[in-house]
């Protein structure tokens, strides 16, 4: 793994409307698919899924056509602190989501309680998410202050 | 591991970034490894010494 730094430079003009176009592109396809989902409210279906889709659009559109031109590589980044960082708040946010898992097990076993399996995992998805993120800024704070 | 990298770059009076950008690793790295909160890996460490032109235990000792 690397570490990438943004320059000041910048990609020509054609490559940022073809990131847009992408992105357009990307969000008008999933918009649809959510909208076909659920033909009786189809508006409303594909204007959340045209909402969810727009941002990861644009930064694959900026990825694929723009950061080659605007973001560099560190020529020995896998050699930084931040790839130490990353994996002590990957490891710790694991073996919380992991004592979460169990808890949660222990409980729904104990008490003999259903819930519904999508918002569990969505759940567990944001945790390890936020945890890993919080989990990096404190480890980053520590080993800075 | 304690080192005196921190003297070598004020006598050539490079910044944290000068050294980072030299070495090819970010800023914090270098500030890290200053404050000893951070090994640096071996070719990073080599790469530290080739670039002060000494020998990498010249800059790293072990406690």
């Given at each position: 793994m690397s570490k990438a730094s943004f320059t000041s430079r910048r990609a020509p003009a054609h490559h940022y409307v073809l990131a847009i176009i992408l992105a357009a592109i990307l969000t008008i396809v999933v918009s649809v698919l959510v909208g076909a989902t659920n033909p009786n409210d189809f508006w409303l279906a594909a204007s959340i899924g045209a909402l969810c889709a727009a941002y990861p659009a644009m930064s694959l559109g900026a990825k694929v056509f723009v950061s080659n031109h605007t973001v560099t590589l560190d020529a020995?980044?896998?050699?930084?602190?931040e790839l130490q960082w990353m994996r002590q708040a990957g490891a710790g946010a694991f073996l919380d989501v992991l004592v979460v898992i169990v808890v949660a097990s222990l409980v729904l076993a104990i008490g003999r309680l259903e819930v519904d399996a999508l918002p569990i995992l969505l759940g567990l998805v944001a945790l390890s998410a936020v945890d890993a993120g919080l989990r990096y800024v404190a480890v980053r704070h520590r080993a800075l202050k | 591991m304690k080192n005196n990298l921190a003297e070598r770059r004020s006598g050539r009076s490079w910044t944290q970034a000068d050294l980072a950008a030299a070495v090819g690793v970010s800023r914090q790295t270098i500030i890290s490894i200053e404050r000893e909160k951070f090994d640096p890996s071996l070719p990073l460490a080599f790469l530290i010494a080739r670039t002060f032109d000494c020998a990498i235990e010249d800059i790293f000792t072990p406690e």
């Open positions: 020995h980044g896998e050699q930084s602190v | -």
